[in-house]
Protein backbone atom coordinates (compact mmCIF):
# COMPACT_ATOMS: atom_id res chain seq x y z
CA UNK A 1 0.00 0.00 0.00
CA UNK A 2 1.23 3.41 -0.62
CA UNK A 3 1.12 6.43 1.54
CA UNK A 4 -1.83 8.66 -0.10
CA UNK A 5 -0.91 11.92 2.75
CA UNK A 6 3.15 11.69 1.22
CA UNK A 7 3.49 15.09 0.18
CA UNK A 8 5.95 16.51 -2.29
CA UNK A 9 8.75 18.62 -0.96
CA UNK A 10 8.47 22.52 -1.42
CA UNK A 11 10.58 23.71 -4.03
CA UNK A 12 13.06 26.50 -3.93
CA UNK A 13 10.56 28.78 -6.74
CA UNK A 14 7.43 28.17 -6.69
CA UNK A 15 4.39 30.27 -8.41
CA UNK A 16 0.42 30.29 -7.42
CA UNK A 17 -0.05 30.86 -11.48
CA UNK A 18 -0.51 27.48 -13.31
CA UNK A 19 0.56 29.32 -17.09
CA UNK A 20 4.03 30.20 -15.01
CA UNK A 21 7.07 27.32 -15.57
CA UNK A 22 7.50 27.57 -11.64
CA UNK A 23 4.38 26.05 -10.86
CA UNK A 24 4.39 22.32 -9.69
CA UNK A 25 0.74 21.40 -8.98
CA UNK A 26 1.28 18.32 -7.04
CA UNK A 27 2.12 20.99 -4.16
CA UNK A 28 -1.41 22.83 -4.37
CA UNK A 29 -2.80 19.45 -3.43
CA UNK A 30 -2.16 20.43 0.15
CA UNK A 31 -2.28 23.81 1.93
CA UNK A 32 0.27 25.74 1.83
CA UNK A 33 1.95 28.49 4.37
CA UNK A 34 4.69 30.99 3.80
CA UNK A 35 6.79 33.24 6.29
CA UNK A 36 8.07 36.57 5.34
CA UNK A 37 10.30 37.67 8.29
CA UNK A 38 8.58 35.31 10.41
CA UNK A 39 4.72 36.36 9.97
CA UNK A 40 2.41 34.34 8.43
CA UNK A 41 1.31 35.42 4.70
CA UNK A 42 -1.89 34.16 3.11
CA UNK A 43 -1.68 36.75 -0.20
CA UNK A 44 1.27 35.32 -1.70
CA UNK A 45 1.09 34.47 -5.20
CA UNK A 46 4.91 33.39 -5.41
CA UNK A 47 8.21 32.82 -3.68
CA UNK A 48 11.79 32.46 -3.84
CA UNK A 49 13.58 30.98 -0.88
CA UNK A 50 16.84 31.16 -2.13
CA UNK A 51 16.59 34.60 -3.20
CA UNK A 52 14.60 36.06 -0.38
CA UNK A 53 11.37 37.31 -1.79
CA UNK A 54 7.43 36.96 -2.07
CA UNK A 55 5.16 38.50 -4.87
CA UNK A 56 1.76 39.69 -3.14
CA UNK A 57 -1.02 41.21 -5.64
CA UNK A 58 -1.66 44.85 -5.69
CA UNK A 59 -5.11 45.96 -4.26
CA UNK A 60 -6.21 48.12 -6.43
CA UNK A 61 -3.49 47.94 -9.57
CA UNK A 62 -4.78 45.85 -12.19
CA UNK A 63 -2.55 45.18 -15.67
CA UNK A 64 -4.30 45.29 -19.18
CA UNK A 65 -5.78 42.17 -18.88
CA UNK A 66 -7.98 42.72 -15.36
CA UNK A 67 -5.31 40.76 -13.37
CA UNK A 68 -3.24 42.38 -10.02
CA UNK A 69 0.28 43.74 -10.81
CA UNK A 70 2.56 41.81 -8.23
CA UNK A 71 4.36 43.45 -5.78
CA UNK A 72 7.71 42.15 -4.67
CA UNK A 73 8.57 41.74 -1.06
CA UNK A 74 12.05 41.16 0.21
CA UNK A 75 13.05 39.33 3.67
CA UNK A 76 13.47 35.62 5.18
CA UNK A 77 11.06 33.30 3.17
CA UNK A 78 9.88 30.18 5.02
CA UNK A 79 7.66 27.69 3.18
CA UNK A 80 5.71 24.93 4.38
CA UNK A 81 3.07 23.03 4.73
CA UNK A 82 -0.02 23.18 6.84
Known amino acids: ?6 KPALPDHLSGNP ?8 CF ?3 IGIRLNGKER ?4 EYC ?4 WVKIPSPKA ?4 GR ?4 KLKGDVEAFYK
Do not use: C, W, Y
Open 19 to 26: RSPQHVAE
Open 49 to 52: ISEG
Open 68 to 71: PILI
Open 42 to 45: TDVE
Open 29 to 31: EHD
Open 62 to 65: KDRF
Open 1 to 6: MSDTNA
